[in-house]
């Protein structure tokens, strides 16, 4: 299949958990003109990809590789850059998860600075993330079964552990992969960030 192809089919993936119109979407992330994209559709519902109503069909949505990564992006920093890349690496769709800003608080034992929307719509903004959600409090599987990812992508620092994530998955009938990703550069960290600039402004 090619990059064509695969990106239609990744904008109407993305269109079933957004709502959104696929064609428009499709035109705006592929920058491909309608008549172009409506061609390339017909074909892929000849080749049993997509259905009429323009939703992945079982075998459509076999073809893409949905990674699923999350966490509180409270302050956007190169580790986070390195992080969500090596995410989207792993697949074809990037769908970031962004911590409510009371789970937040269990998370980091801190307040964000910035309000969950914010922080939605900064890493919704990033080249690599296809889409950015707004978590669920207190049960992170109620997104994982609404995104019913291939791969779940944890960070270097995140506390998650990989069986936990796996036995939640199979609950719900879902086979996927965990991959813990490394950060080139541990030492940055949105707390650490926040701490130097606010002993900075002390200093002044």
Not at 27 to 42: P, W
Not at 94 to 103: E, K
């Amino acid at each position: 299949m090619d990059v064509i192809d695969k990106g239609i089919l990744s904008s109407i993936y993305v269109c079933t958990l957004t709502g959104q119109d696929p064609i428009s979407h499709t035109i705006k992330r592929t920058n491909l003109s309608e008549s172009y994209i409506r061609e390339r559709i017909t074909m892929l519902k000849k080749n049993l990809m997509i259905t009429e109503n323009y939703t992945l069909t079982e075998f459509g949505r076999t073809t893409l590789h949905v990674v699923l990564a999350g966490g509180v992006f409270d302050i956007i920093h190169p580790g986070h850059i390195y992080t969500l890349n090596a995410a989207k690496d792993l697949g074809d769709v990037l769908i970031v998860v962004i911590a409510t800003s009371n789970t937040a608080v269990k998370m980091k034992k801190r307040k964000p600075l910035h309000a969950e929307e914010q922080r939605q719509e900064l890493i919704a903004s990033l080249s690599m993330v296809d889409l950015s959600l707004i978590g669920s409090e207190g049960d992170i599987f109620k997104t994982v079964s609404r995104v019913r990812p291939d791969i779940i992508a944890l960070g270097y620092d995140q506390v998650h552990q990989e069986k936990f994530i796996t036995d939640g998955c199979k609950e719900l009938g879902l086979n996927v992969r965990v991959a813990r990703l490394q950060s080139p550069i541990p030492e940055y960290s949105s707390s650490k960030i926040e701490k130097e600039y606010g002993e900075a402004l002390h200093g002044i």
